[in-house]
């Protein structure tokens, strides 16, 4: 009484004329009834899930489908996708561990027992490092970003956006490049140098703007991302403590400026 065969088309027709609840409801019906591939089975709803926007549920159906088939790279391949939208920096982590466990498993040193590609599911070395690209860029790893983006060929379909962004990424590792120069001059100065030698650097505009710099850190932390915010308070106290006992007026200092800029 089933047709499995023409849920399924009824599935892929609405999935290509964007009609995702439609197509959802037709593979569940296909995994109800249907106990042959349920891996392939699962991933296919989990796709409908992402399209629609429903990240969560879509992870949920790929870990059905890695459960059955956890030698298949695109079923982590395309989960990471899953991630990546969720949006959040622990997700995109997660999505970087599934993307790296998919590229083992393709060049796994015996691809036919422990890589079980899916014949409807094609997810590339290419598309791979785009994707690893473009995550390590969204957590703030710029050179990562740009190794990675480099091995994308000139004829994948995103090597332009992957252009602009090593473009962007290589820009950005220039100006941490600069911060970490600067910290190290910062740091030799008062710990090298001594106090009176730091002295004659105090009413410099590049040590008043690194404090002032390190108030508006803990600002940005106290407004997003409140977990982090003690670690990051105590390791700033410690840091002016440090200073504070190579110069005792140090610490209001810093009070004053970051109330005058």
């Given at each position: 009484p089933y047709n499995i065969k023409l849920y399924r088309e009824r599935a892929e027709l609405n999935l290509k004329n964007k009609k995702y609840n439609e197509a959802?409801?037709?593979?569940?019906?296909?995994?109800?009834f249907?106990?042959?591939?349920?891996?392939?089975?699962?991933?296919?709803?989990?796709?409908?899930?992402y399209l629609a926007g429903e990240n969560q549920l879509a992870i949920k159906d790929y870990n059905e489908a890695i459960a059955y088939q956890p030698q298949c790279s695109a079923w982590y391949s395309y989960r990471s996708l899953?991630?990546?939208n969720c949006g959040s920096e622990s997700a995109y982590?997660?999505?970087?561990?599934?993307?790296?466990?998919?590229?083992?498993?393709?060049?796994a040193k015996e691809p036919k027992i422990y890589n079980i590609e899916s014949k409807n599911f094609r997810f590339g070395p290419p598309d791979l490092h785009f994707e690893r690209g473009m995550l390590y860029s969204l957590i703030n790893k710029p050179y990562c970003a740009v190794e990675e983006l480099k091995l994308v060929p000139e004829k994948h379909k995103y090597i332009d956006i992957a252009k602009q962004e090593i473009e962007k990424c290589s820009v950005a590792f220039?100006?941490?490049?600069?911060?970490?120069?600067?910290?190290?001059?910062?740091?030799?100065?008062?710990?090298?140098?001594?106090?009176?030698?730091?002295?004659?650097?105090?009413k410099e505009k590049w040590v008043r703007t690194f404090l002032v710099a390190i108030e508006m850190i803990l600002t940005i932390i106290r407004n997003r991302n409140e977990a982090r915010k003690d670690k990051l308070e105590r390791g700033v106290n410690l840091f002016f403590k440090v200073l504070c006992d190579k110069h005792n007026n140090l610490w209001y200092y810093k009070n004053d400026i970051s109330k005058n800029e």
């Open positions: 959802i409801q037709y593979y569940t019906r296909i995994i109800e249907n106990s042959s591939n349920p891996a392939e089975n699962y991933a296919s709803r989990a796709y409908a899930y899953a991630y990546k982590k997660e999505a970087i561990i599934d993307l790296n466990t998919a590229y083992e498993l393709m060049y220039q100006a941490v490049k600069q911060i970490k120069q600067q910290k190290e001059i910062f740091e030799w100065s008062i710990y090298n140098c001594g106090v009176a030698r730091f002295e004659r650097h105090w």
